[in-house]
């Protein structure tokens, strides 16, 4: 059974860094795009960066650009988001997805269960 | 930059059929997506290419999308259908996802 497993949250103080994992399991992971989203508490679905099957293009919300870099290793079957210069509107449930194909104008058919990042100081 | 548009909240009686819209500019030139998300979990892919049901979901989810308006419509609604429901896009290299919709079902 497809599965991503999310880890890498937990407790940071503002202007900290995290590294978040997703690691894939019964997928030829190299052949999809990887997403991340995240939830704040209470709140809807915000999508912060894709990374194509390859790695070799990325993009980002606008508001991350610049202060989160997406990454992949299919050597690893993970995917990565390292989240610097972290802000308390950072809190929130970041998830990863896998679209259904190599990554561009794909949905997103399987989610983690997500992690759980919280910026207080 | 794009935004996609979805009521906050529809109800509907058990057995009716739901509709739950999402606007954004052009958004037929677009394909749209549908994701839902019961209360402690993670979203999961209902629609996708505007139409298409991925493996396992029921027939009763169905979507349209033309103009402005994509549809996702839920015919004979079930209590186990009360979730948030999301639409999502892309524009250009982005991803964009409407604020969601509370369906209720009672």
């Known amino acids: 059974q497809v599965q991503l497993v999310e880890s890498g949250g937990g407790v940071v103080q503002p202007g900290r860094s995290l590294k978040l994992s997703c690691a894939a399991s019964?997928?030829?992971?190299?052949?999809?795009?990887m997403t991340w989203v995240r939830q704040a508490p209470g709140q809807g679905l915000e999508w912060m960066a894709v990374?194509?099957?390859?790695?070799?293009?990325?993009y980002y919300v606008d508001s991350v650009k610049g202060r989160f870099t997406v990454s992949r290793d299919n050597s690893k079957n993970t995917a990565y988001l390292q989240l610097n210069s972290l802000r308390p509107e950072d809190t929130a449930v970041y998830y990863c997805a896998k679209a259904v194909g190599s990554g561009f104008h794909d949905a997103f058919d399987i989610w983690g269960q997500g992690t759980m990042v919280t910026v207080s100081s | 930059s794009y935004e996609l548009t979805q009521p906050p909240s529809v109800s509907v009686s058990p057995g009716q059929t739901a509709s739950i819209t999402c606007s954004g500019n052009?958004?037929?030139?677009?394909?749209a997506s549908w994701y839902q998300q019961q209360p402690g979990q993670s979203p999961v892919l209902v629609i996708y290419?505007?139409?298409k049901r991925p493996s396992g979901i029921p027939e009763r989810f169905s979507g349209s999308n033309s103009g402005n308006t994509a549809t996702l419509t839920i015919s004979g609604t079930q209590a186990m259908d009360e979730a948030d429901y999301y639409c999502?896009?892309?524009?250009?290299?982005?991803?964009?996802f409407g604020g969601g919709t509370k369906l209720t079902v009672l």
């Open positions: 052009r958004l037929g030139d677009k394909y």
């Open positions: 290419q505007d139409t």
């Open positions: 999502q896009a892309w524009d250009s290299s982005t991803v964009v």
């Open positions: 019964e997928i030829t992971f190299g052949s999809y795009g």
């Open positions: 990374v194509s099957y390859d790695g070799s293009e990325k």
